[in-house]
């Protein structure tokens, strides 16, 4: 589990196990129920910093998908001059929301954008929505992984810092509550997910560079 869901999670704990002791006193259905609500809401939020092991796809040519979730969209669109190919995974608040680096790879950007909430399966929250904009380098090109706020998630989490590497899987971010990731990569990426896929992030493959120019 990340750790801050401790800080998130054990307070709520606490909070219901206190009511359920008055409970045990009293016998009060409102502070049974409440009691009840606070331990749901405690699993709900424990369950959401979970921060699984991934077996790591081991190929060096391969991207491996940098989060949890659903596939919603691709579309061809232009990253600092570059006509670059764009996939969005949504992840829902029942996601694991740990973040991965999609390959073996330095850091050689991280630009924050403030920005609106929408809701995060839609394709404007890709334009509008508060991100961070990472730009992984690695042997065959360079990948770049927006970290995307939602209607829920207010805060995106960077562990990182510019100028690391990092290898291909290991934990780089996370952002809070329901929200997006999209992956932006060359043209020449051979893509082996489509919409409504559902991906995890470390293990799943989103596609290859190609090792040599095809015949």
């Known amino acids: 589990m990340v750790k801050e869901g401790y ?5 709520l704990v606490l909070i219901a196990g206190g009511l359920a002791g008055v409970w045990l006193r009293q016998h009060g259905a409102f502070v049974l129920l409440l009691a009840l609500a606070f331990a749901v809401l ?3 939020v424990l369950n959401f ?14 991207i491996v998908s940098p989060a949890d979730g659903l596939v919603v969209q691709f579309a061809e669109e232009e990253f600092a001059g570059r006509p670059m190919r764009r996939l969005s995974i949504f992840m829902s608040p029942l996601d694991v929301h740990v ?3 999609p390959s073996a790879s330095t850091i050689r950007a991280v630009d ?5 909430f929408r809701v995060a399966s839609l394709a404007i929250a890709s334009l509008e929505n508060e991100q961070n904009v990472i ?6 090109g360079e990948i770049v992984v927006k970290q995307i706020a ?14 690391d590497s990092l ?3 290991e934990r780089f971010g996370m952002i809070k509550f329901g929200s997006r990731v999209d992956v932006l990569a060359p043209l020449a990426v051979e893509w082996r997910v489509k919409a409504g896929d559902r991906v995890r992030a470390g293990s799943s493959i989103l596609g290859a560079f190609h090792s040599a120019p095809p015949a």
Do not use: C, H, M
């Not at 910093?49 to 391969?62: G, L, S, T």
């Not at 939602?150 to 100028?163: D, E, N, Q, S």
């Open 7 to 11: 800080w998130y999670g054990l307070p």
């Open 42 to 44: 405690a699993f709900f």
């Open 49 to 62: 910093f979970r921060d699984p092991d991934r077996p790591i796809a081991q190929d060096p040519n391969v």
């Open 99 to 101: 973040n991965r680096a």
């Open 112 to 116: 924050y954008k403030k920005g609106s």
């Open 135 to 140: 730009t992984f380098a690695g042997a065959d």
């Open 150 to 163: 939602g209607l829920l998630a207010r805060r995106i989490v960077f562990w990182k810092r510019l100028g």
């Open 167 to 169: 290898e291909r899987g």
